[in-house]
């Protein structure tokens, strides 16, 4: 079981930065691939960004490449999505998952294991 519970969300204007935290409990963080997701009103949880348990590979939604990172630190049980550029159509909620699959990145919602319990993001024009 892993109990994962986002921070650092807000408002921000166009052009500026936020860096999301997610902090996970339980003693086999290492073990689990992980992805960041949003979701605007009225839209599906859509993809953002996933990294595998060794932080080894990346992957990116294309409306995100190039401003968004994540990493991991597995030794503080914690994934981050630095966000950089952002535009106000990054606007929405957004949720950390974690994958039990581990090594092979994921983009499908409904391969996620565990979720977090979602942070605002907004972005002003």
């Known amino acids: 079981q892993v109990q994962l519970v986002e921070s650092g969300g807000g408002l921000v204007q166009a052009g500026g930065s936020l860096r999301l935290s997610c902090a996970a409990s339980?003693?086999?963080?290492?073990?689990?691939?992980m992805g960041w997701f949003r979701q605007a009103p009225g839209k599906e949880r859509q993809f953002v960004a996933a990294i595998t348990r060794n932080g080894g590979s990346t992957y990116y939604a294309d409306s995100v490449k190039g401003r968004f990172t994540i990493s991991r630190d597995n030794h503080k049980n914690t994934v981050y999505l630095e966000m950089n550029s952002l535009k106000p159509e990054d606007t929405a909620v957004y949720y950390c998952?974690?994958?039990?699959?581990?090594?092979?990145?994921?983009?499908?919602?409904?391969?996620?294991?565990?979720w977090g319990q979602g942070i605002q993001v907004t972005v002003s024009s």
């Open positions: 339980g003693r086999t963080f290492s073990s689990y691939g």
């Open positions: 998952g974690a994958d039990d699959s581990g090594s092979v990145i994921t983009t499908l919602v409904m391969a996620y294991d565990y």
